[in-house]
């Protein structure tokens, strides 16, 4: 299958539904400082996420931990991409727990690069990190979007058992676009895979994934990963749109109208799903802890 790199002819600018503020508010300003004089830094920063000043005021961020540099290649991402070898930084443990603190986080989501030169591609270490502040802020829920760690069961049952609240893996996009869109070592049914292994060992801890669109995917093709992902058990799902980040990366062939992202939810909630994000800017962890106010809510 073909896919388009840059093509300045078919370069689309993007719609007004895509602009946004600039971060704004005292809560950002005195957080974002405060970040800064203690050396921490967040996903939210360092991806310029245009949703931060709302994530942040609700009390919820995202943290990467296992350094910056991935051992994987996406097509899509702009993440930096190397050998790291076996480079861990064991502060990642302490640091995140103060982010918690310094930031009165109620909700925060830890993600990390791909860590294949790893011989645990740093399941181990997530666990110690969720482990820390679950030691240090038993009130705050931990969310974890992770790596497939290659499938590996001992892994998988590492990761698991510090007990996050939710277990986030991303398909990414339809079976037919999968590769050369993600990583060749990544994989549509290996992520399906890996999300039914924890609905099955974990049922108690929800699942997770989010679908880009707008790389040339068909309104059939999502409803049949959303079929796929629902035969799994998988409670919530996010949409939103894919952006290149550089002339590198893969060319948008279309951008969703807000009421075309209104449909993916319904389409979504229909099928069972328990909670659905969906619109132009949202991001896996966009507003994460809306979850957690839908649950609190039916309780």
Known sequence: MAINYFDKEKY??????????LPEGNDYKEIRDSL???????????AKCPNISECWSARTATVMILGDTCTRACKFCNV??????????????????????????????????????????????????IDRVHKDHPETKVEVLIPDFSG??????LLAKSNPFVIAQNIETVRRLTHPV????????????CLEFYKTHYPHIQTKTSIMVGLGETWPEIQETLEDLRKIGVDIVTFGQYLQPTKRHLNVEKFYTPEEFAELKRMALKMGFKFVASGPLVRSSYKAADFLDYLEDKA
């Open 80 to 129: 930096k991409t190397g050998n790291p070898k076996g480079f861990i930084n064991v502060d990642e443990i302490e640091n995140t727990s103060k982010m918690v603190d310094l930031m009165t986080l109620r909700y925060i989501v830890i993600t990390s690069v791909d860590r294949d030169d790893l011989p645990d591609q740093g399941a181990g270490h997530f666990a110690a990190v």
């Open 152 to 157: 590996n069961a001992e892994r998988m049952h």
């Open 12 to 21: 689309q600018r993007k719609p007004e539904w895509l602009k946004v503020k």
């Open 182 to 193: 993600r990583d060749p070592r990544a994989g549509y049914d290996r992520t399906l895979g």
């Open 36 to 46: 800064h004089q203690k050396g921490l830094s967040t996903v939210c920063e360092e």
